[in-house]
């Protein structure tokens, strides 16, 4: 709006001063929503008419920004400082009239406007809320993290505001913080939580929680939760392969894992049955054996020739369901057939 090129011109037997800077600085935008504001006049003034009823802030549909005011005299500045935030994405207007000078002199009344920030938002999240098998290694690993509308203050940021619950979406035996550190780029204003071990767990569910982030213009963001469940790791391959034919009916059984397993979960989690009818299940001979890091497991079906070994021209099916690894992550549900010779 500018200053007093429209007022009309009151004489003065002292004269007259201006207000001769404002802050913030005329029309503004993307005000802190807690900012104070100040006009600095042309000389020294009468405190005695520096009061709620000569300076004002307001919004421009007439709200009242309650508020104090301080004046500097070395500098010449007066202050308002509200007692409250302002409202964001707001157009706000500051009045001053009806001070005068220290000698009396005549200050025209002065009006200027400026706009606070926009509400402070997230714009997106990762991965996305109630997802379900969320990539964890490979082409399309995701990461967890949130971006906002605008720069957020990085110095009030810590794993306390932004975090994730792990807890196993198999047995639910475990429950607790991933270990991990924030990183912020304020080009894309993105905020992301790098887990301590490089990665997401596989077959886990996850709890996000983001709390008490400030942006820059001092808004802030009070609470945003959001679950999402990573996928199963896999089972790479079986020994005899998939819909094998002329097995020998003493050939061992290998199954090939994406990582090492609880040698614990192995028992009575993978089973060798016939196919067709009832299904009876072959029971191997002897234990397990592992190899490769524990990520190769064998079952023998014959030892000595007094064992009986697989029936001949027999279609099994390899079944492997509730096998995890050291770390609790579930393998994915196996299926894989071969026939006998």
């Known amino acids: 709006m500018g200053c007093n090129s429209g007022d009309p011109y009151v004489p003065s037997t002292n004269g ?3 207000i001769v800077n404002v802050s913030p600085v005329e029309n ?4 802190p929503i807690n900012s104070s504001v100040s006009v600095t006049f042309e000389r020294g003034i009468d405190i005695r008419t520096l009061n709620r009823a000569t300076i004002k802030l307001s919004s421009i549909s007439g709200t009242s920004i309650p508020g104090n005011i301080s004046y500097d005299p070395s500098t010449l500045v007066a202050t308002y400082t509200p007692v409250v935030n302002m409202e964001e994405g707001t157009h706000y207007e500051f009045t001053v009239s009806e001070v005068k000078g220290a000698d009396e002199e005549y200050i025209p009344p002065y009006v200027f406007r400026f706009i606070t920030a926009e ?4 714009d997106r999240i990762n991965p996305r809320d109630n997802v379900d098998g969320v990539k964890v290694v490979g082409i399309g690993k995701q990461e967890i993290f949130a971006t906002f509308n605008q720069s957020i203050d990085v110095s009030q940021v ?3 505001n932004f975090y994730a619950i792990e807890q196993s979406n198999i047995t ?5 913080i991933m270990p991990a550190t924030l990183v912020y780029d304020d080009t894309l204003r993105q905020l992301t939580i790098k887990p301590q071990r490089g990665r997401l767990k596989y077959s886990t569910e996850y709890f996000v929680t983001l709390r008490d982030v400030q942006s820059v213009n001092n808004g802030m963001i009070g609470n945003l939760n959001w679950t999402f469940s990573t996928e199963e790791i896999r089972v790479n391959a079986t020994e005899p ?3 094998a034919m002329n097995i020998s009916t003493g ?3 290998s199954i090939f894992f994406q990582a090492a397993v609880d040698r614990l979960s192995v028992a009575g989690n993978i089973k060798l049955k016939e196919a067709f009818g009832v299904q009876k299940e072959f029971f191997f001979v002897g234990e397990p054996e592992y190899d490769l890091g524990d990520t190769k497991v064998t ?3 014959k030892v000595s020739s007094s064992d009986i070994g697989l029936k001949n021209n027999t279609r099994y099916e390899i079944l492997i369901d509730g096998v995890v690894t050291a770390d609790g992550e579930r393998f994915q549900n196996f299926r894989s057939f071969f026939t006998t010779e």
């Open 119 to 122: 509400e402070f938002l997230v």
């Open 241 to 243: 392969s998939s819909d």
């Open 172 to 176: 639910l035996d475990f429950e607790e």
């Open 16 to 18: 007259t001063m201006a």
């Open 158 to 160: 810590s794993t306390a």
């Open 28 to 31: 503004a935008s993307n005000v």
């Open 299 to 301: 079952f023998r079906t």
């Open 251 to 253: 050939s061992d059984i």
